[in-house]
């Protein structure tokens, strides 16, 4: 699958234009900039980016409204879309719908798998997302055996070559179901989750092989499901392959309840106790930190995954997004469960959770907000210099459309205050094009390759549902 | 203006088909319906609503996908649209965005405040929103003179004629700036909003004429604008006429402080000691309630209108929604500053803010979010029966394109759980057809009379800021 992956991309490029001009593009800041050339190398990257270019030059392709970088999905559990709409009667918990999400993880074999997952990348595309995370744990099948050629993990790396988009693999460590007690052994699909050992989880990780689209990194589940002896080891092959590193941080107060009971100290403490912790670490959601969590994260360079609008669906709370940031973590943005795949709404819901916390405005520059979803993303992925219209950066943006219903009127003459507009009024169906590599993978709003994508996620996610 | 309208909306139905056939329809509940066909009578009410029929019958037009009751905005400010991405940058509170709230009011006379409102009302209309309710206190000139013939409550009427949906006009009493102290008299852009006296306010609403898609009812600004004789005023002639009766109800702790300061009791406790509080009354907001305020809104019958974009966007906080249902009280959804457009944001927001501030899921059904979102907005709107698929109704729907990406495969066979996909998945990208009393006002995406919805929104909104 790798292989045939590779062969369509380069066969797409040479055919690809390879000059984009836009009406308006965001280069950072408050402001838009008008008449910007965007240039593309062989490699896939930015080989110039020009401002002030009054008029498409011949061979260019035009692209009318707000050219921003490509919006990067930092964490993604693919299969979750198959829940949308399907969870939200009857009352309950966070435990409540993981019991819900288990009954979809049981039903997956590597074949509905790929078709789920790239339906759900390809929505992803239709919305401007150019780089996805995939925080990968469904790796075997129900009984707890690897699949021969570890083909749910293919069926990831398949599933983003089909719709277009860019991968890091986050494939995940998950070997008990709780630290301590009954709910430590794995139980029902829990078994699917897990390489049994830490050591199968390094050597079947090892197997995958990266490509220009493709990069492989490490995540552990969370403190519930790795014990500190794997964490170290996780976070050492991560560190010897210079590796992104995932976690699902503090989601829940039982999170830390359960981890302060067994070893004494929060989840962000005991990850950076066994050497978890550093640039290349991303703890996802952060939402119910300990007293000097926030000054550990911050002092370890390391980035923080929010992922507002799982975290309110799922009742999680609302996390010290503006804390975080003044402490020095990065911030990026993940849509998670994927209630909703809409990056920018993500942005946005970081500031207006806050405004319901605080009862005050303005937490995050909206500017802030725009590179949480574009170069915040890119950095906790490893496309380090990424999710930038930059010389060098790899050659990812989306257009929105700004004479879209939602987006007409929203800033100023010459693009003052687009970055505001962008993040507070732009939505998926004002994204017409996407362009991933210097390849155009979405144009006025179809995706390219594969057409009708609300019959493909109907399609997947009906199949997945039938006995 | 209005008499223009009245024809146009004549010699439209004429010519309009009167049978539509639905794929699925929502006739209230958890589920949709297979295969109803709607039939509209000369009146534009539903004259028959025939479920089970296979195949639309010659002559309808086929609606494909989850056709809803039109969706019922019981409290907007048309004239906000014009800050939408403009007041997103910098800190501040409810307080200081007023502030630039009153920059654009006081640029505004009735040809830009017409242009905005239709452009606005078409952006509704695209969302599937088939009535309105215009909290309209925009209605003096600079100086705070009355305009010549009403100009500013004319435009609104026209406005809603241009959009193609139903308009119930809340002229809004407005008289002071505060309770006391300085901020009591009148100043800068506040002068526009005052008719000076209560008599005169109400002889200024005495002018304005009913016809079949417009109702004028009566609003109440705050307690802050308006003194508890006028208060009684403005509730004596809506009981006098059977006219909706609204009012702003504690949208900020301030207001709270200064009414229980002043009168030595909340706003919802001094409105119903001055006769505001009965079936035809809705409490907009109601965020920060007292103690005894939700026991005194339920046992009144009357109605709260909860605007969740609003007051997450203005950081407003959090009202207790799941509490005020208990208590017997009507609840109902507005777009009010549309930050976005968007009733199923609305209608999901209840819910989803809940959970933020509770920690739990399912605090309100889905039919019922949805129900708050139709017809419980027409009750408060006076439309009574209204906002449901039923023999009698007005004829107003709008449809769910489910084959969207944002739907695809979000409920199950036959309209298994569809009223929670429409509310937990549905947005304006979404809405294929509306139909307002009898006939398309939007079809395949497209507003029929306006066309490009985003070109009038563009312009009308650059207008208004240009000098």
Same mark, same amino acid.
């Given at each position: ?90 009352? @309950? ?87 301590? @007690? ?203 210099? @990424? ?56 144009? @006025? ?23």
């Amino acid at each position: 699958a790798r292989r045939r992956v590779g062969r369509r991309v380069a066969a797409v490029n040479a055919a690809a234009p390879r000059r984009w001009w836009c009406e308006l593009a965001w280069l950072g800041g408050p402001d838009a900039t008008p008449g910007v050339l965007l240039e593309v190398g062989d490699d896939g990257a930015l080989a110039a980016v020009t401002p002030g270019v009054a008029n498409p030059p011949p061979g260019a392709t035009r692209l009318a409204g707000l050219s921003l970088p490509g919006l990067v999905n930092a964490h993604s559990h693919a299969f979750h879309r198959g829940l949308r709409g399907r969870t939200q009667t009857g009352g @309950g918990t966070f435990w409540t719908w993981r019991e819900q999400m288990y009954g979809l993880a049981g039903r997956l074999d590597p074949e509905r798998y790929l078709a789920l997952a790239a339906a759900t990348y390809a929505e992803m595309a239709l919305a401007g997302i150019t780089t996805v995370g995939e925080f990968h744990y469904l790796h075997h099948d129900p009984a707890g055996r690897a699949y021969a050629d570890d083909a749910m993990s293919e069926a990831i790396v398949e599933a983003a070559g089909r719709a277009g988009i860019r991968l890091t693999l986050l494939d995940t460590c998950y070997l008990q179901g709780g630290i301590s @007690g009954p709910g430590r052994e794995l139980g029902g699909v829990q078994r699917r989750f897990s390489d049994g050992l830490v050591g199968e989880w390094a050597r079947r990780v090892e197997r995958l092989r990266e490509h220009p689209t493709l990069r492989v990194g490490a995540a552990i589940h969370s403190v519930r499901a790795v014990d500190p002896g794997a964490i170290e080891l996780v976070a050492g092959w991560a560190a010897g392959r210079g590796a992104p590193l995932h976690a699902h941080v503090s989601e829940q107060p039982a999170e830390n309840e359960a981890c302060l009971a067994a070893y004494g100290c929060s989840p962000s403490a005991l990850l950076a106790e066994h050497g978890a912790l550093d640039a290349r670490f991303t703890a996802v959601h952060a939402t119910h930190l300990a007293a000097g969590d926030i000054g550990l994260l911050g002092s370890s360079g390391c980035s923080v995954c929010l992922c507002p609008t799982t975290e309110r669906d799922l009742a999680d709370g609302i996390g010290p997004a503006a804390a975080l940031r003044a402490a020095g973590v990065g911030l990026c943005l993940g849509s998670d469960s994927h209630a909703v795949i809409d990056l920018l709404e993500e942005a946005r819901g970081v500031e207006l959770d806050e405004r319901l916390a605080t009862g005050r405005r303005g937490g995050h520059d909206p500017a802030d907000l725009l590179a949480d979803a574009t170069s915040g993303g890119a950095e906790s992925l490893g496309w380090s210099g @990424g999710g930038r219209l930059a010389v060098g950066a790899p050659a990812d943006f989306c257009t929105l459309d700004t004479s879209h219903p939602r987006l007409a009127g929203t800033f100023g003459p010459g693009g003052a205050g687009a970055a505001a507009a962008a993040v507070f009024a732009g939505a998926p169906g004002a994204i017409s094009d996407v362009v991933v590599a210097g390849r155009a993978v979405v144009a @006025g709003g179809e995706h390219l390759a594969l057409g009708d994508v609300g019959a493909a996620l109907a399609a997947a996610i009906d199949d997945a549902w039938r006995d």
